[in-house]
């Protein structure tokens, strides 16, 4: 408790708690600490039952401070509270619309409606208790996306998904109409508004997070070359 293994997720809760999700193959997945990096708690034992996890991915706080978290080896999303007590759970595995394939990122929106993305491309729109409303950005080359690693949503409810590459061929950037896409905007109703370049033409793993403003911070990562960068919003 209070140490690390592979930190993958840091999230500023409201009453100014940092949660932070840890990839260590033993022990809790999720641990809360004060503003000042005291720790406070563990929670999300390694597992696959109720409040178990296996690969904490995506997180995000919804409007009452509750955590939505995305598991990508148990294909599925638990509930907590603010104090890291489990609520529930809803998912399972499979290739169709209602279900899960290799779940990565998660958004949640205004209404509390919850977001995810496959690794292999489709983000999914469930309501807060799990029940699925629809799915858009297919993962269906060459025209869409693939290797969808990251997403993230606004205070309007647009989503941001962090492409990783179009074909999955060494970390190639996702191209549409001739232009390079790093990230790629959306409504809350899915429908594309635009895409948005970083400053590399090719990298592999990104994630994106867009504050209350509406600057993205994008973090990418290539074979020679790491980054981060802060995009104005358009």
Known sequence: DGEFHSPRVVLLHPNSDLFISDQKEFG????????????????????????????????????????FVVDVDNSKVTKFDAEGNFQYSFGEDG????????PHGLAVDPNDNVFI?????????????????KSFAEGNPPDHSVYIHAISGDQYGNVYSMVRGQRGYGGRAEISKGKIYSIEKFNNNGDFLYGINLSVNTHSEN????????????LYRGKDIVGFE???PL
């Open 95 to 102: 290739p169709y619309k209602h279900q899960l394939n290799a």
């Open 230 to 232: 802060i995009l104005a």
């Open 117 to 133: 993305c496959g690794y292999y491309g489709t983000i999914q729109k469930f309501d807060s208790k799990g029940n699925y409303i």
């Open 28 to 67: 809790n997945r999720i641990q809360i600490f004060s503003s000042d990096g005291k720790f406070k708690k563990s929670f999300a034992p390694h597992g696959n039952g109720e409040g178990q996890l296996l690969r904490a991915h995506g997180m995000n706080f919804d409007s009452k401070g509750n955590l």
């Open 207 to 218: 994630w994106v997070f867009v504050d209350e403003k509406g600057y993205l911070y994008a």
